[in-house]
């Protein structure tokens, strides 16, 4: 959200967004609109809500082109059906003139990212895109977006929670806790040799697929955000915790070529 | 261990089970427009000391039948029978009585506690209802199970995280010692780190008090994890059941081959996954002549189309309803 400048008013920005060499954060307000639908665009999870009721999908589709595009209602209108075939959309002419509560969760969706896509913009953010979604239909989903991303050549950033969408679909991954990255890494890297106390007890925490046998839970809930712990966030939870965690809070460092962590302990061997 | 042999006389047995639900209204007429087929002709068993795993696609009618299964909803048909005793069309007064017997949790923990309750008189609440007495000591006891502090008693809803919500709920629903607990989809709304922790919590506490669940998820690696009979549901209609290992290991009908392979590898394989079906669940309004699943089916055939199949034996307590397995 804050990547997009989408947070309200009251909310504290700090640091730098760095889009094609450009701080974005400082961009004059008019600007922003311009470059937001247009060259990065958002997918969130619940399509029902983020899509409007009482448009047809061909309105709402043809409005986000001629917001960006000097463009007549007809080459929109065509042009939306383009993209719904785009999207893999069955019968897509037919479905213009469909309201969003004829369709199924999957087909909304698939909307959203034609609705996203319709400025072919260089970044996509997909905020949890299929987590509201059925399994079948989630694997659809992201199938899809990996076609479109060879396709059109998208850099796509895919927020979720679910550690099999990152290891199937992803390229590099960003752990984050408590609103800091605490490794970033390949998704081989990731999965292979993970270095933060927090993504090795995540990893350990998946469903191994062999039944019965006790999963291994992470002890201890999530600190609040309001009341932060002044050293590292995860030191309450951290089975490699020492006196030095609660001091200190580990920056970000990287251990090998493209693989970084943000803990004291992961150094120790170094 | 009280895990039972499913050879016994089952806990709860359900039989030709329907709810089919109006929809519109015909002008002059109190007809409805058409019929929506929730849940459309159930068979079940469930055991006690044993997890059921129920799943599906949303909107297959899985939550419908967990609400149908403790009778929080009339079924419109069907028979339901409680230790061998039919519940399903008992008076109010009785089905207060036999309400102990079974309880509920619910996939949002925040959407049911009461936000102006405190944590004490939730947990009380059923045996409020129920005139038992000692509420103190049992709400301790309660909440000693599942590994919250006894204290928390007098606090409210809000100061709790969704894991801890959720154990409020799992309290609740032991204070009248169960025989059985229908849980719809109770860890999804958690967060991962903490739905282990609440799974391992299910299981802990059906080893001590050896009661019956019926576990409804989308998710088959918990369902893998947590139960010991699946029942695959479609469109209203079971299409496959059995132990876990049976159905999951070896899947007999098309579409719970397709769940299985829909389940994402945990860990990078090094190939580009792919999609198993495509298309999705039609509407239960309009429920295709034949196989509910031939339109989506890899293998479909004509006689899917005309023909409806029924449950079938597989393997040794593997059923599934496919013309072709």
């Given at each position: 959200m804050a990547l997009l400048g989408l947070q309200p008013e009251s909310a504290q920005v700090e640091g730098e967004v760095r889009f094609s060499g450009q701080n974005i954060l400082t961009l004059p307000g008019d600007q922003m609109t311009a470059l937001r639908g247009r060259r990065i665009s958002m997918i969130f999870q619940d399509p029902m809500s983020s899509l409007n009721p009482v448009l047809t999908i061909g309105q709402q589709i043809s409005e986000t082109l001629r917001a960006h595009f000097d463009m007549s209602r007809r080459d929109a209108w065509t042009r939306s059906k383009h993209l719904l075939d785009l999207v893999r959309v069955p019968g897509a002419a037919g479905r213009l003139q469909a309201y969003p509560h004829e369709l199924s969760g999957g087909l909304r969706q698939r909307v959203m990212i034609a609705m996203a896509l319709a400025c072919e913009p260089e970044l996509l953010l997909a905020d949890e895109p299929t987590t509201a979604l059925d399994v079948t239909v989630q694997a659809q989903i992201l199938d899809l977006l990996l076609d479109l991303r060879d396709e059109t050549n998208l850099s796509i950033l895919l927020i979720t929670h679910d550690l099999g969408v990152i290891a199937n679909f992803a390229d590099r991954v960003a752990v984050m806790y408590c609103g800091r990255v605490m490794e970033a890494a390949s998704v081989g890297d990731f999965f292979?040799?993970?270095?933060?106390p927090y993504a090795e007890a995540l990893i350990r925490s998946i469903p191994g697929g062999s039944s019965q046998e006790r999963l291994e839970a992470i002890p201890g809930t999530v600190p609040k955000l309001t009341d932060l712990p002044r050293g590292c966030r995860f030191a309450t939870r951290c089975l490699r915790y020492r006196a030095a965690c609660s001091e200190d809070l580990p920056e970000l460092r990287e251990i090998s070529p493209g693989h970084s962590t943000a803990c004291f302990r992961a150094f120790d061997n170094a | 261990m009280h895990r039972s042999d499913p050879n016994d006389v089952p806990l709860m047995t359900v039989h030709a089970l329907k709810k089919h639900f109006p929809v519109g209204r015909q002008l002059f007429s109190k007809e409805p427009k058409a019929w929506l087929r929730a849940v459309d002709g159930v068979d079940l068993q469930i055991h006690r000391g044993r997890t059921l795993g129920l799943v599906g696609e949303s909107g297959c009618g899985k939550s419908t039948l967990g609400r149908l299964l403790i009778r929080l909803l009339e079924p419109t048909s069907g028979a339901i029978k409680l230790d061998g005793e039919e519940i399903s069309n008992v008076s109010a007064r009785k089905l207060m009585g036999l309400r102990k017997r079974f309880q509920m949790v619910f996939q949002d923990p925040m959407g049911s506690l009461d936000p102006r309750m405190k944590i004490g008189e939730s947990v009380a609440e059923p045996m409020y209802l129920n005139g038992i007495g000692n509420r103190r000591e049992k709400v301790a006891e309660m909440l000693e199970a599942v590994s919250l502090s006894p204290e928390i008693a007098n606090r409210f809803p809000h100061e709790f995280s969704g894991g801890q919500r959720q154990r409020i709920c799992i309290a609740r629903a032991l204070t009248l010692e169960p025989d059985l607990i229908v849980a719809d989809?109770?860890?999804?709304?958690?967060?991962v780190s903490v739905q282990a922790q609440i799974v391992n919590l299910f299981q802990d506490i059906q080893q001590k008090m050896g009661l019956g669940y019926v576990f409804i998820s989308h998710d088959l690696g918990v369902v893998r994890h947590i139960a010991d009979d699946v029942a695959v549901m479609y469109l209203g209609k079971i299409v496959e059941q059995g132990s876990v290992k049976e159905v999951l290991d070896a899947p007999a009908h098309p579409y719970t081959r397709a769940l299985v392979s829909a389940i994402l590898p945990p860990r990078p394989t090094g190939v580009r996954f792919r999609p198993p079906v495509s298309g999705d669940l039609p509407s239960p309004i309009n429920i295709p002549k034949g196989c509910r699943f031939a339109s989506r089916c890899p293998m479909a055939k004509d006689l899917c189309r005309e023909e409806e199949p029924v449950l079938r034996r597989v393997a040794n307590g593997q059923h599934a309803a496919c013309h072709f397995t």
């Open positions: 292979d040799a993970p270095s933060h | 989809e109770p860890v999804a709304a958690l967060d």
